[in-house]
């Protein structure tokens, strides 16, 4: 995160980076948002100084973020690998289509409506450029 | 008991030969009888592109806001991380229009 590698780290164990966390964190090279869990938790959200300044908008959603712990461990438990797996992909549609008590607060009404409108059509990546197209099978994807 | 075995190898042996013919690249396994004469045409590959091809005179759902950026998260070899990463991460893509990537740093690998 301080090279610019990443700009943000979601699961962040403050305790295992105690040190290095407390010298960056003070010095303002690393910004704490807080935590997914509750707010006690040593599982940080710990940001670059630079998501704020080119996505505050981003910023401000992680701050909000909160996963009750037991919700956080059933959706990553669903998580199995291999040809029949369950991907984090699948588990997360799961999530947002059964714990729609948690994850709405997180974002204002348009921000669910634009998120409930992916989900209702079937888009599972995280790649925009794929895009649902009635009546084709599977997904249609740009190549640019 | 020779003779059994090299029945059986034999019997292998033209159940190999029969399947390897039957399944060359240009034969049709449905290509039998009536069905022989309705097979007339191929499927014509439709390339993939920006722009989506309708079927059937459906009006298809297109997602064309532009992303206003790149966010990186750090992406390491445990479920809670991965989930945590994939929901806000989906939210960020969908809900604000960001493209996230999911970057492993060095040394997690």
Same mark, same amino acid.
């Given at each position: 995160?301080?090279?610019?590698?990443?700009?943000? @780290? /979601?699961v *962040?164990?403050?305790? &295992?980076? %105690? !040190?290095?966390?407390?010298?960056?964190?003070?010095?303002?090279?690393?910004?704490?948002?807080?935590?997914?869990y509750?707010?006690?938790?040593?599982?940080?959200?710990?940001?670059?100084? @630079? /998501?704020? *300044?080119?996505?505050? &908008?981003? %910023? !401000?959603?992680?701050?909000?973020?909160?996963i009750p712990d037991a919700v956080v461990a059933e959706a990553a438990g669903r998580i199995t690998t291999g040809?029949?797996g369950v991907s984090p992909a699948v588990s997360s549609q799961i999530f947002?289509?059964q714990q729609?008590?948690?994850?709405?607060?997180?974002?204002?009404?348009?921000?669910?409506?634009?998120?409930?409108?992916?989900?209702?059509?079937?888009?599972?990546?995280?790649?925009?450029?794929?895009?649902?197209?009635?009546?084709?099978?599977?997904?249609?994807?740009?190549?640019? | 008991?020779?003779?059994?075995?090299?029945?059986?190898?034999?019997?292998?042996?033209?159940?190999?030969?029969?399947?390897?013919?039957?399944?060359?690249?240009?034969?049709?396994?449905?290509?039998?009888?009536?069905?022989?004469?309705?097979?007339?045409?191929?499927?014509?590959?439709?390339?993939?592109?920006?722009?989506?091809?309708?079927?059937?005179?459906?009006?298809?759902?297109?997602?064309?806001?532009?992303?206003?950026?790149?966010?990186?998260?750090?992406?390491?070899n445990d479920n809670t991380v991965k989930i945590v990463?994939f929901i806000?991460?989906?939210?960020?893509?969908?809900?604000?229009?960001?493209?996230?990537?999911?970057?492993?740093?060095?040394?997690?690998?």
């Amino acid at each position: 995160m301080l090279t610019g590698e990443v700009d943000a @780290a /979601l699961v *962040a164990n403050r305790t &295992e980076i %105690a !040190d290095w966390y407390e010298k960056n964190v003070e010095s303002g090279a690393l910004l704490d948002l807080g935590t997914v869990y509750n707010d006690q938790s040593d599982y940080r959200i710990l940001a670059s100084p @630079a /998501l704020q *300044a080119k996505a505050p &908008e981003v %910023a !401000d959603f992680l701050s909000r973020v909160k996963i009750p712990d037991a919700v956080v461990a059933e959706a990553a438990g669903r998580i199995t690998t291999g040809r029949i797996g369950v991907s984090p992909a699948v588990s997360s549609q799961i999530f947002f289509k059964q714990q729609e008590a948690v994850w709405t607060p997180w974002v204002d009404q348009q921000t669910a409506t634009f998120v409930r409108d992916a989900i209702a059509r079937g888009e599972n990546s995280l790649n925009r450029k794929c895009i649902k197209v009635p009546g084709a099978i599977g997904m249609v994807c740009s190549d640019t | 008991m020779k003779l059994r075995t090299l029945v059986l190898i034999g019997s292998l042996f033209a159940l190999g030969i029969s399947a390897a013919v039957a399944c060359t690249p240009d034969a049709d396994p449905f290509a039998v009888g009536q069905r022989q004469d309705e097979r007339i045409g191929t499927a014509t590959p439709r390339p993939l592109g920006a722009t989506p091809v309708v079927v059937d005179g459906e009006e298809p759902t297109v997602d064309d806001t532009p992303a206003k950026g790149v966010v990186n998260f750090a992406e390491v070899n445990d479920n809670t991380v991965k989930i945590v990463n994939f929901i806000t991460a989906y939210v960020i893509v969908y809900g604000y229009f960001y493209t996230v990537e999911l970057v492993t740093p060095a040394g997690e690998a």
